[in-house]
């Protein structure tokens, strides 16, 4: 029986450090609502069967009026007061073995990000796109100044979405979870679970501050040609 796979987006969220009244899933990227940048290339992936889309209550007929006549099955469920009950709120709706779980305050995931995901998964049964720091790290005091300490950033990771687990799986880890999550790795975690990772792309970023939509306005005109250059290095890699 062929492995049915489900893509969850995570939109409920009110994103207030973007330092915009509405939602910032709604906040247009060159011309697109952020939310139909996040959910393109999971209508575009092959590998996904069905779409869940996480809304606020309040939202949910701006969300549909944006996705009418997709291609694929998409559906709506309501959004919790914190992320895990959001991401447990899609799980529990999808029919899939396998679940991805995406911010969609990342609007630039490529197919080629999910297909790895996806292949981890299958493999290890929850896989997460990662990408090392590489910038020195230091800690600063109350004043702004910094201290001499440096953070040692081996093995120091930036962790991404989509998330990927065995469905039965995260959602048994999401049940357990008492605490507040950043991700959806973390309940994993915490539970015991051995979670996978997976090269990250640096132009799968995360808008938070203002200034981030000035960055993904430009990163938006690119995306295409970025994703053709992905692709083929996949293509490549698998070929050899």
């Not at 790895?116 to 005091?141: E, H, M, N, S």
């Not at 990771?157 to 469905?167: A, D, E, I, V």
């Amino acid at each position: 029986m062929t492995t049915q796979i489900s893509g969850i987006l995570l939109a409920a969220g009110r994103g207030a450090r973007v330092g915009i009244e509405e939602n910032k899933v709604y906040v247009e990227i060159a011309h697109r609502p952020l939310l139909l940048h996040a959910l393109s290339p999971f209508l575009g992936s092959p590998l996904i069967d069905e779409i869940i889309i996480v809304v606020a209550r309040e939202e949910k007929e701006r969300a549909a009026s944006l996705v009418q006549g997709m291609k694929k099955e998409i559906r709506f469920v309501y959004g919790g007061e914190q992320r895990q009950d959001s991401s447990l709120a899609g799980i529990e709706e999808a029919t899939g073995d396998i679940v991805l779980i995406h911010d969609v305050a990342r609007p630039f995931p490529s197919q080629a990000l999910i297909a790895r995901v996806i292949t981890g998964v299958r493999q290890y049964g929850a896989c997460v796109p990662v990408i090392p720091v590489a910038d020195t790290l230091r800690y600063k005091d109350e004043a702004s100044g910094l201290l001499g300490e440096q953070v040692r950033r081996q093995g120091l990771l930036r962790m991404q979405t989509p998330q990927g687990f065995k469905r039965e799986l995260i959602r048994e880890c999401l049940k357990m979870s008492n605490e507040s999550l950043s991700d959806d790795a973390q309940a994993a975690l915490a539970a015991g679970v051995r979670v996978w990772t997976v090269s990250g792309e640096a132009i799968n970023l995360k808008i938070t501050p203002t200034g981030d939509i000035e960055l993904a306005e430009a990163v938006a005109n690119l995306v295409p040609s970025v994703s053709a250059i992905t692709q083929k290095r996949e293509n490549d890699s698998s070929s050899q």
